[in-house]
């Protein structure tokens, strides 16, 4: 039996391949049966330049329906998709290159002068290009390519896709996806988010990334319907289009921006079913705005590139603001010290988790990749956080992202919880940063309401009663805005940069 993830979407399209797969803004449907042909002209070409199972085929491209089609047809052929977020700027992208060696890279035609000369030193083989309209070389020199194509026969534990995390700190390391990972995970999703043959999702989000192309679209060709396809989110052409869906997956920044449009509204969403959130923490004041807003309640849940989705608020039962829900089905999740021990409901430590939706490892690197996992067969997620007695799931941070002040473990979540609920603050991010007595020190970055009035002082005051001393911001900043990475996560390290001489001398 053929494991190809691509065999398995297969076994799923739609009796009649004329029902639609994406609709674009401007109207264009693109069905089954063109995906089918489309995919197949590009494995097509794909094998013509000398691609072979297991080969690496890079792409940086603008999202677009034959971005999605190049996708499939790395499946097809049995080679590995590595798709690369379209801000890596030269440097970055000789990384990739030389790290993973693929035999082709698809790039915009903006950026082919000089991705051209980098895949050249590093001895990339073919160069073509995609544009978000569907013109290239890609679409050129595979014009003339054969409408159909026989999937190449894979195991479940090959590769289907590398994709590399962010970075923040160190080398950025390839996360090895198998068809057998993405294959469990989608299913897994399919099932508890309780996919049917009338839904629509309203696609947003980008597809270089875990949440936008391996859980949203993913899910759709496992459901054999279609998909409204945004080339990136706008709250206007949203509202527009909500109507006409049933499932919509965001990142916590669609939503906020959604609930301060002055035309959302409880008609819009009347035919929707689900609305899930994650890539980012969720504020609670969110959560129930949107509840209160549009009588639904977002489903939130938690994953990581390395291991595709690990838990999710029920879709029947009772949705937590701040919590990202319980395990998946066939995962094991434990909240473990630093010894791999679990701890006691209720008690801090660091996600582990162990199930069929957990990568192999990271690319080419062996040590790294034993460093990351228990002698039992546990990831470490590096997240830190704890279990309820009910079973749901709690994430209180990153393990990079502990600040230990004094010799005390300082939890940035736990304070941000606590200066979120103060009147004026819309958001805040905690970091810790060199202090000459205390090691690290806390740091508070807020950024306020429109007409917002909280000071440093008032809330700095305000927290005195809340937490313990060594818990205390011994500085407080204000933002207009925190800064984000593409998912919407706050990027701390570049906070951390910016105010790292925040108590040098004379401070």
Known sequence: MNASLFSLFQSRFPADVTRPFIETEDGKIRNYAELDAVSARFANLLVRLGVKKGDRVAVQVEKSPEAIFLYLACLRAGAVYLPLNIAYQKGEIEYFLGDAEPQVMVCRPETVDWIGEIAARKEVPHVLTLDQAGGGTLIERSKDMKPDFTTVPVKGDDLAAILYTSGTTGRSKGAMM???????????????????????????????????????????????????????FDADTAIRLLPRATMFMGVPTFYVRLLAHAEFARDIVRRMRLFIAGSAPLLTETFNAFRERTGHTILERYGMTETGMLTSNPLDGDRLAGSCGMPLPDLELRVADDAGKAVAVGEIGVIEVRGPNVFGGYWRMPDKTRAEFRPDGFFITGDVGKI???????????????????????????????????????????????????????????????????????????????????????????????????????QKNVLRDRYKDAFGPGR
Request: charged share 20%; net charge neutral.
């Open 178 to 232: 198998s068809h057998g990972n993405l294959a469990a995970n989608a299913l897994t999703l399919h099932r508890v988010w309780g996919f049917g043959p009338g839904d629509v999702l309203l696609h947003a989000l980008p597809i270089f990334h875990t949440h936008g192309l391996f859980v949203a679209i993913n899910c759709v060709l496992l459901n054999g319907t279609g998909m409204l396809f945004m080339p990136r």
């Open 388 to 490: 309820d007695a009910h079973g749901y799931v709690y994430i209180v941070g990153r393990a990079k992202d502990l600040i230990i002040s004094g010799g005390f473990n300082v939890y940035p979540k736990e304070i941000e919880d606590y200066i979120d609920r103060i009147d004026g603050v819309v958001e805040s991010a905690v970091i810790g940063i060199p202090h000459p007595d205390f090691g690290e020190g806390v740091v508070a970055v807020i950024k306020q309401r429109p007409g917002g009035s909280p000071t440093a002082d008032s809330i700095a005051q305000r927290l005195k009663g809340e937490l313990a001393n060594f818990k205390l911001p011994k500085r407080i900043y204000f933002l207009d805005e925190l800064p984000r990475n593409a998912m919407g996560k706050v």
